[in-house]
């Protein structure tokens, strides 16, 4: 089936780590994207992506890095940096750089600090 | 900056009841603007999309028409059913952030019977 596919479901993190989410896509977009949502405050960029190799800070960048080096893979890493990062994640693609592509969602990544 | 306002939630309505959620945007050029759905536990589903001014979105008996004039992008539906209820998010395109969305905030929607 086509589609994105995050893992894991749920992550739990303790205070100093790194943990990486990973997000697949096998619909041939070029273009992926990483949200934060937390409760109330609806959903929030991290980074995106629109090609292999570039990537860009979305507006709470700060605390987390990104790769893009395959077309299909964009990994999001939570850095120990992230102060708050208990939220739920979630990894997006789209065809292309068209605005009015339609943005298709994966499931998403539960993580929680303990 | 390029920004989405939803209506505040809850929105708690009976079944067959009538639906509107408000939506008004703030961007540079022409945005297209989406609403997104969203069941407990889950990603987001695309619900409808309109790309330019003028045009309606529909899907499943939801409505939204894209309003240059009142920047608004407001979502209906005539008859709500329990399966409805969700979180629903209006959403645009961002010439500051390449093809990116930008939420709204979110409206939480209870259908009871």
């Known amino acids: 089936d086509g589609g994105i596919t995050q893992s894991p479901k749920y992550l739990f993190r303790k205070e100093g780590q790194n943990v990486t989410l990973s997000c697949e896509q096998n619909?041939?977009?070029?273009?992926m994207y990483w949200y934060r949502q937390d409760p109330g405050q609806g959903l929030r960029l991290i980074y995106y992506?629109?090609?292999?190799?570039?990537?860009q800070k979305g507006d709470i960048a700060e605390g987390y890095s990104v790769s893009r080096e395959k077309k299909e893979s964009f990994p999001l890493t939570v850095t120990s940096a992230q102060k708050n990062p208990t939220a739920f994640y979630l990894c997006?693609?789209?065809?292309?750089?068209?605005?009015?592509?339609?943005?298709?969602f994966g499931e998403g990544s539960w993580l929680t600090v303990v | 900056g390029d920004s989405v306002t939803q209506m505040e939630g809850p929105v708690t309505l009976s079944e067959e009841a009538f639906l509107t959620i408000n939506c008004t945007y703030t961007?540079?050029?022409?945005?297209?603007l989406f609403w997104y759905v969203q069941y407990p536990g889950e990603g987001l589903q695309l619900l409808l999309k309109?790309?330019?001014?003028?045009d309606k979105g529909s899907n499943k008996g939801f409505e939204a028409t894209y309003r240059k004039e009142t920047t608004s992008f407001h979502l209906e539906k005539g008859s709500v059913q329990v399966s409805d209820s969700a979180v629903y998010f209006c959403?645009?395109?961002?010439?500051?952030?390449?093809?990116?969305?930008?939420f709204g905030k979110g409206t939480t929607l209870s259908v009871s019977s």
């Open positions: 959403a645009l395109t961002s010439n500051q952030a390449g093809t990116a969305l930008i």
């Open positions: 992506s629109q090609i292999v190799n570039d990537f």
């Open positions: 997006a693609s789209s065809q292309d750089r068209a605005s009015g592509n339609t943005i298709y």
């Open positions: 961007a540079t050029g022409y945005p297209s």
């Open positions: 309109a790309t330019k001014a003028d």
């Open positions: 619909l041939n977009h070029d273009a």
